[in-house]
């Protein structure tokens, strides 16, 4: 299994997990047009995607739902209350299915299992995907780790974690006081001072990467997440910050 930001911030944000001839996308937030563009600069051939899995219906995880799954003709994958919430967004898309928090979703090489987050949205979820006995966990647009996270998260082979704000800029810069209330409160986002804690805990004795994602233009800066995951992190481990306009890197999880 391998995986790829294909754009991480509050602009919108996709992420790709490929398994041999299979694929599916976590959230599109991106434009059916930039989608295509930016598979056609990695040569990667869209038409492998078997899905698009939801996590919740803002606009920078939506937004480019509908026609990537019309153009495709691939099912969407979303909560009942992710669907209710999102309105007339998901309308005439090719397949839209509702899943459930208490069950695992089988979709080609892949087993996905929601992950239910306290985010301010209407039935948030993250995902840990499964193919070849190989874990990959997807956490981003929570506003603090609660106990079943912990748990979920605790063994992975990689992980994407969102590392939206640094408080101190968070408090320094132009955004309104209620603004900056829902971003660092408890279902806003996580903090680099949260990430790190919650990296401090985790067992890296299978992990291969962390991928930093979600990163605020204004109120976050790489270097300053880079030093976070310096501190936590074996060095055994790659990590990477994902970022708002750039394809990263593939990241393989090895057999």
Not at 199 to 204: D, F, M
Not at 216 to 245: F, G, M, W, Y
Request: charged share 20%.
């Amino acid at each position: 299994m391998r995986f790829a930001t294909m754009g991480s911030g509050s602009k919108g944000n996709a992420t790709l997990v490929d398994e041999s001839d299979s694929a599916l996308l976590v959230d599109c937030g991106l434009s059916y047009a930039r989608v295509r563009s930016l598979a056609s600069e990695k040569n990667y051939d869209l038409d492998k995607l078997d899905g698009i899995f939801v996590t919740h219906e803002h606009s920078d995880h939506i937004g480019g739902v509908k026609n990537l799954s019309k153009g495709l003709k691939i099912p969407v994958y979303a909560t009942s209350g992710t669907i209710a919430a999102s309105a007339n967004r998901f309308d005439d898309v090719y397949d839209l299915k509702e899943i459930g928090l208490d069950k695992n979703i089988t979709l080609g090489p892949f087993e996905i299992t929601p992950v239910i987050v306290p985010h301010d949205a209407q039935e948030p979820c993250q995902f840990i995907i499964t193919a070849r006995f190989k874990r990959l966990g997807i956490l981003t647009d929570l506003g603090h780790v609660t106990s079943y996270v912990r748990k979920m998260y605790q063994t992975l082979d990689a992980l994407v974690i969102e590392f939206n704000h640094d408080l101190d800029m968070l408090q320094a810069s132009d955004y309104r006081q209620i603004l900056q209330r829902r971003i660092s409160g408890p279902y806003g986002h996580l903090s680099n001072d949260q990430a790190e804690e919650f990296l401090s805990g985790i067992n890296y004795q299978m992990m291969s990467h962390i991928v930093a994602a979600h990163l605020s233009e204004k109120t976050n800066s790489p270097s300053i997440v880079l030093a976070c995951l310096d501190r936590v992190v074996p060095s055994t481990v790659n990590t990477h910050v994902a970022t708002q306009v750039d394809f990263s890197p593939w990241f393989v999880i090895s057999e």
